[in-house]
């Protein structure tokens, strides 16, 4: 995978655009998580203390991302309103083969949740895997605590599988875990068509959307 596209929708909130985390994004994506910190922290992933693992800077980030995604593993998105950076979406763990599947996470800025594009920008996300990359699955797990990221997996159909007890180090601690998924067979043509005509139908803003995950 040598080129990430930009994906567009128009809402009502405004231009919805997904496009490649650059290095250019650093001051941005900076100033954003840095008024978002207590909103995302408890819903991060860190790094467990004990490990030694360094944390990587954001050049190293990005860096460690345009390689991944040009080894056909990974695609960082980030989610820009009206050509703001409000937020990222990351396809990661893609594998190919007899599984055909990938995990996403995500997040948003706080002054501009709940105004649907959350849920949108994960339907975008979701058909160029199953639509594009012509993936079986996309996964997604969150903490069972996280009410506005499991609104948009109810929201988006993703079917609930089950359980990953201390899956993942979130805020200090390994955390639990619920574990979402939709097959390419589940799936409407377009889930983001689907979403919007639902909002079409209900006259009113698209399901709520909430931090990360």
């Known amino acids: 995978m040598q080129h990430v596209p930009v994906l567009v929708r128009t809402t009502p909130a405004g231009l919805l655009e997904l496009r490649e985390l650059r290095r250019r994004d650093a001051r941005a994506w900076r100033e954003v998580r840095a008024r978002n910190v207590a909103w995302l922290s408890p819903w991060e992933a860190t790094v467990p203390p004990d490990s030694g693992e360094p944390i990587p800077s954001f050049a190293q980030m990005v ?7 040009r080894a056909g593993r990974m695609i960082a998105w980030t989610m820009r309103l009206d ?3 409000v937020g990222q979406v990351t396809v990661g763990g893609i594998t190919l083969g007899s599984l055909r599947a990938a995990s996403i996470g995500y997040w948003i800025d706080s002054r501009v949740a709940g105004r649907g594009l959350t849920p949108m920008a994960v339907a975008m996300a979701t058909d160029h895997c199953l639509r594009v990359l012509r993936l079986h699955r996309v996964e997604i797990v969150i903490r069972p605590e996280n009410r506005a ?7 988006l159909g993703f079917r609930h599988e089950g359980s990953r007890p201390a899956y993942l180090h979130i805020d ?10 939709l097959n390419a067979e589940e799936a409407p043509p377009s889930l983001a068509d689907a979403l919007a005509a639902r909002h079409d139908a209900n006259r009113g803003g698209y399901p709520g959307s909430g931090g990360s995950n």
């Open 63 to 69: 860096t460690r991302f345009r390689a991944e995604a």
């Open 83 to 85: 050509d703001t950076l």
């Open 149 to 155: 990221s499991l609104r948009v997996v109810e929201k």
């Open 172 to 181: 200090g601690a390994w955390r639990d875990h619920e574990v979402y998924a």
